[in-house]
Nanobody, 124 residues
């Protein structure tokens, strides 16, 4: 499975961005996809996840009500709509995919495939 993120960039606080992650390869076996982010000088953290068949969504508390994850099964693409962005949302955002049923879907180790990341910078 290959993942490629797009849509990152520079935005002012309060603004919006939409990230996309296109998957290719063995996508028919996808169970869930997620978004993680790594702020400067910090560890990678969970942002949101969505199961591929049922569309169940999971969010980190820090983004609930501001970010929305969605998927397009036909295009093998997952999106992250980010609204009301804050400077603390500045990070490299990574898309991830798992072909296995997991317990949580919010842990780094639950995902086998990762994209190269896209930079999101929110200015104050």
């Amino acid at each position: 499975v290959q993942l490629v993120e797009s849509g990152g960039g520079l935005v002012q606080a309060g603004g919006s961005l939409r990230l996309s992650c296109a998957a290719s390869g063995r996508t028919f076996s996808t169970v869930a996809m997620g978004w993680f982010r790594q702020p400067p000088g910090k560890e990678r953290e969970f942002v949101a996840a969505i199961t591929w068949s049922g569309g169940r969504t999971i969010y980190a508390d820090s983004v609930k009500g501001r970010f929305t994850i969605s998927r397009d099964n036909a295009k093998n693409t997952v999106y992250l709509q980010m609204n009301s962005l804050k400077p603390e949302d500045t990070a490299v955002y990574y898309c991830a995919s798992t072909l296995s049923v997991r317990r949580w879907y919010d842990r780094n180790y639950e995902y086998e495939y990762w994209g190269p990341g896209t930079q999101v910078t929110v200015s104050s």
